[in-house]
């Protein structure tokens, strides 16, 4: 490719062993945050040391984007209410911080994000953390129970081009590390062995080994239209009748699902409110409830949205909003799976 | 600066238009703009947000909001006096084009305090009358009572074709204008569909009988157009309440051609 950027031609393998040394020595000036082991499962959070993590986990219930790039809860406004009433903005909290072991499924997640808190309107606390952030991203090893990435081109292996720091790929004893930013480029200082074709190879073998291991796919050609028409398919109903609780566990999982509520909190002196973000789920029967209606009373409405969005509208962003990460699949106590509910509706599709 | 800071506004004036319903005329420091059919978020430290359309944008910089209190935010509102400050961001959305009725006959159609967001409209017609053709309002409300800028009405009937319904009247007697649902008014007017364009702005179930009416008097999709309302946090496209399939009425909308939005799930169009 001409123009191709110095860093971008960055492949190398590195013993894993320096590999996490040199993630330590960024401890002086970056919080490290990476997938730990507790209990049977994996959770990302800050660690004090390399040795902490747990590179080889298969998945996590929460997602690395909206935990340290898009909070569950932002306080974004003090208003002082003596008197003449005076705002306080409150500057993003946005320390350094390198996220290591970032799944395809959830990078692709974060570059959703990007779309919605980047574009016309800029969410000034997202802006602020991904600005500081260091993404170094995995690609994965192990395909888990309900991962469905490579119907939908999200992972095994990451494909973007841009928009996160470093992508790493398992090679035994070794990674194969590419550079993927200037800043990567500015802070990686380890040599080791330059990837030639060989290993390019074995990379691409490896990634077509992963593809073959999915056990749940979909099947996303034509999914807009075969949806728009089969708003009123029994499946909605019989799923949101038997199965569904509203409990929303599926938006609090997914790691696209943006939407946010605003409230305001008087302080018990009457003196000071703050208004704050916190996640909010269009499966919550107020979502869409205006004077006089609800445009979402039904459950099968508030499922269907949910499925939908993930699915279809890919007009919306131009891209569809599900990583196949299956948090959703996962985590929902009556198994709810999306995957199933689109094949019921594709039966009735002539092939 | 964060895009969710809300600005103050002073209320230079308060009108009562109908039960409940009160028009604040404000004023900010900065000269505010805004297009026909725009929506600020309207609000109160403590008790939130609402997104409330523009019912006038004066020369002078300041503005208007025509509110109904019928809800947490719109509630507290109807309190306020002359001389105090409320909160508001904007102005969001897509508006009304106005650019395209120009040269065109054109229906206003509105029911209930949906002729608020349509009287920038109105306002823009009057000023400019010569680069419209034919223009008609037809507005319906449940009554008298619920009747929104009745002493406008005449200065409008000047200048366009003012029909007026109500579904019921307070007054038999003294109502000397239609009885019944807005559509039967649409049978008055003389459509020409080839140079009509028609806003329509009420409850959806009758945005959506209006439009088919008007369909059947030989209008195209694409001439209708509609303001559409849906709960927002934001108004900026983030908070994800109002979206309607793929799209977000805050930022797409509110004001939609009736082909964009007919017969989408969850809504009655």
New interface residues.
Partial sequence: MTGERTFQKFKRLIPKKAFLLWLDSLKKDYKLIGPVKTGNHAVFKEVDSSEELFMEYGTTMLSPGKLFLYKPNEE??R?A?NG??T?D?IAPIAEKQVIVGVHPCDVNAILYLDR??LR??????YEARRKNTVIISLNCARVSENCFCSSVGAGPFLHAASGYDMLLTDFENEYLVEIKSREAEELFGLEGRVAGRDEMRVKAEKEKSMQGKFTKTINVSGLDNIFAEN?EHPVWQQTAEEKCLSCANCVMVCPTC???????E?SMDLKT?T?Y?CF?A?QDIR???????N??QRRA?RL??FV??KL?????YGVSATVGCGRCITWCPTGIDLTEITKEIQRYEPA | MNPLRPLTARIEDIKTEAEGVKTYTLSTKFPFRAEPGQFNMVGYPGVGEAPISLSAIMQDGSFKHTIKSVGRVTDFLKDFKKGDELFFRGPYGRGWPVKKAEKKDILIIAGGVGLAPLRPVIQTVLAQRESFGDVSLIYGARDEKNMLFMNEFNEWAEKTAVYLTVDEAVQPDRWKHHIGLVTDLIDRVKIKPERAIAFVCGPEIMMRFICRGLIIHGMSQSSLYVSLERRMKCGIAQCGHCQHSGLFVCKDGPVFSYKEVRGLPDGVL
């Fill in positions: 974004l406004f208003f209410m003449k009433i705002i903005e919605i808190f016309t309107f800029k969410d000034t606390h708003m943006f939407c946010y509520d605003l409230r305001d008087m409110v208004r973000r909010d269009c979502f869409a409830e205006v004077h006089g209606g445009f979402r409405a269907r949205q939908t969005h279809d509208q890919t007009n919306q």
